[in-house]
């Protein structure tokens, strides 16, 4: 009978303090319905200032109450309760971070170019001997100059222009927590060219 009594004891012990938990627990979520209720009287009132005073104060007492949070347009983001302009800039600062991390790609070798043969000089043909005309003891008449021919070369003219557009202002994220801004040119570059001929002079 004894054991009975004691086991009633301690049964009465551990159910008191768990009703009264229970009964805390239900006081405070009828308290944060009725903070609740009353911001959203607040704002349809027009008093945002009240209205958000009121869910603050609520809290205070729940830091992770959904509903007042959602009440401030806040949402929750690596970690912590943040507006949607701080979640924004956080993923633009993520998406450059890694953009400046991110390896740059091996460029393919550039295949050589096969060298351009030199132009050759064409043989000069044999003038042919013409039988003298002149009488002896006269004198012998100017000979006609030899014709030359003029040699030319093969040459890879390229000419580039590059114009300044403006400067670019990126958002970037450092390993230590910090953040900062660097300031990038943007340029416009146009190439053009090709194989020229050109002549290099005359040959004897």
Not at 84 to 106: M, W
Not at 112 to 124: C, G, M, R, Y
């Amino acid at each position: 009978m004894r054991s009975l009594v004691v086991a009633a004891l301690f049964g009465l012990a551990f159910a008191v303090p768990a009703q009264e938990a229970r009964r805390a627990l239900a006081a405070d979520a009828c308290l944060d319905a009725k903070s609740m209720e009353a911001a959203r009287r607040l704002r349809a009132r027009g008093d945002e200032g009240a209205a958000q005073a009121r869910v603050r104060e609520l809290l205070e007492r729940q830091p992770d109450h959904f509903e007042a949070r959602a009440f401030l347009g806040q949402q929750f983001f690596a970690g912590r309760w943040r507006l949607p302009e701080e979640i924004a800039y956080l993923r633009r600062a993520g998406r450059a971070e890694a953009v400046a991390t991110a390896p740059v790609p091996a460029k393919a070798p550039v295949p050589a170019k096969a060298p351009v043969p030199a132009a050759v000089p064409a043989p000069l043909p044999a003038a042919p001997r013409e039988p003298l005309q002149f009488p002896l003891g006269a004198a012998a008449p100017r000979s006609r100059p030899r014709p030359r021919s003029a040699a030319f070369g093969m040459f890879d003219i390229r000419l580039q222009s590059v114009r300044l557009l403006g400067i670019d202002t990126v958002p970037v994220s450092f390993g230590n927590g910090n953040g900062g801004r660097l300031q990038l040119p943007r340029t416009e570059s146009v190439s053009f060219g090709g194989a020229v001929c050109l002549p290099l002079g005359l040959l004897q």
